[in-house]
């Protein structure tokens, strides 16, 4: 029985590189599974390089959603890493996407509470 490769961070570049590749040709089937890869690798060192190149490439949402909740759930963590600043001036418009995005899902858990605060009340 053959068994499911392991992939590290150190293969990052090489599945970034076949994302490239999958975009270009359009390739749907291999860039799930390359992206499915992608998001195994994904850590606190390598989660912004991530979001810039899925942003680049203009890939699926589900994809860019799973960063973004791994950076909501991390965000110490990231925002003290030496490459958040650099991010921060190179990329404004992720950052505002971020921001944004962590606005509505507080937004959400708000709108969430009242409803079973109301519904508790009944």
């Known amino acids: 029985m053959l068994r499911p490769a392991r992939f590290t961070s150190a293969d990052l570049e090489l599945m970034l590189g076949l994302l490239h590749l999958t975009s270009k040709y359009q390739v749907e089937v291999l860039m799930t599974s390359c992206l499915d890869v992608i998001m195994d690798i994904m850590d606190l060192d390598n989660v912004l390089q991530i979001l810039v190149v899925l942003d680049k490439y203009d890939v699926q949402s589900c994809a860019v959603k799973m960063v973004s909740d791994f ?23 992720l950052v505002k996407d971020f921001i944004l995005f962590m606005n509505g899902e507080m937004i959400n858990a708000k709108d969430d509470l009242k409803t079973e605060k109301e519904s508790n009340r009944k």
């Open 71 to 93: 950076m909501k759930e991390n965000i110490v963590e990231i925002v003290n890493k030496e490459d958040w600043s650099e991010f921060v001036v190179n990329y404004p418009s």
